[in-house]
């Protein structure tokens, strides 16, 4: 019989366990991805039921709103016409001319309450509660889009391309200066490039040399580029 060879065990070297380490945490941060990115599902789809609870109740409230309003402004008339009336009947003597004075002064009570209750307080409460409501579930999203794009930032160890202005290379922000506008051609740049870039006819994009027709003094007034804040 030939002899059994000796078998050789591998022992595991600083590169091997560098390799699971960094598999390991691989593993982590896709795990965080995937998390972040399914609460960032979950909140734009509870942002958009209650968006569209809260134009649906918008809209009903609107709705009695305007037929309150038809209904009371019919009554004010009714009022009005009643109390020419009685004031053309208590002519005639003293006596209802005296019901005449009791009447209007009743039927002035009845116009305050009417107009009274034209106000809109308490839709307006109503209102400013789901408006609350809504800005506090949008800052819950852009907060959770703030940290995926930290994660995702991490991960891949830059800033996004599109984050950042393609003339000074700045990264885009809520602050006025580095706030991204669209210009007419589609093109985004920060306000402060687009201020510097600015002449007398307007701004000519300095990618296609289209022309967008503003004052220097209205750059503010461009739209801007929410899209590229929130990637």
């Avoid at 009695?64 to 009005?80: G, L, P, W």
């Amino acid at each position: 019989m030939a002899p059994r060879k000796k078998q050789t065990v591998q022992k595991p070297t600083i590169e091997n366990d560098q390799v699971q380490k960094l598999t390991k945490e691989k593993k982590e941060l896709e795990q965080k991805l995937e998390e972040a990115l399914k609460q960032v599902a979950d909140i734009q789809q509870e942002n958009e039921q209650r968006r569209i609870e809260l134009l649906g109740t918008y809209r009903d409230m609107r709705r009695d709103f305007e037929n309150r309003t038809n209904q009371i402004a019919k009554s004010v008339e009714s009022v009005k016409k009643s109390l020419k009336n009685a004031e053309g009947r208590a002519k005639k003597t003293d006596q209802q001319r005296q019901i005449l004075m009791r009447t209007k002064l009743e039927q002035e009570e009845r116009i305050a309450f009417l107009n009274d209750c034209l106000h809109e307080k308490k839709t307006h409460r109503m209102v400013e509660a789901e408006r609350r409501k809504t800005e506090m579930s949008r800052k819950a999203m852009l907060k959770a889009q703030k940290e995926l794009r930290e994660i995702q930032e991490g991960k891949e160890g830059v800033s996004k391309p599109w984050r950042q202005c393609e003339i000074c290379g700045e990264e885009y922000t809520e602050r006025a200066l580095r706030t991204p506008r669209v210009l007419d051609c589609g093109h985004t740049l920060c306000q402060t490039c687009i201020k510097r870039l600015a002449g007398d006819e307007g701004v000519h994009c300095p990618f296609d040399r289209e022309v967008t027709i503003i004052p220097k003094s209205r750059i503010n007034c461009l739209p801007k580029n929410f899209a590229v804040l929130h990637m």
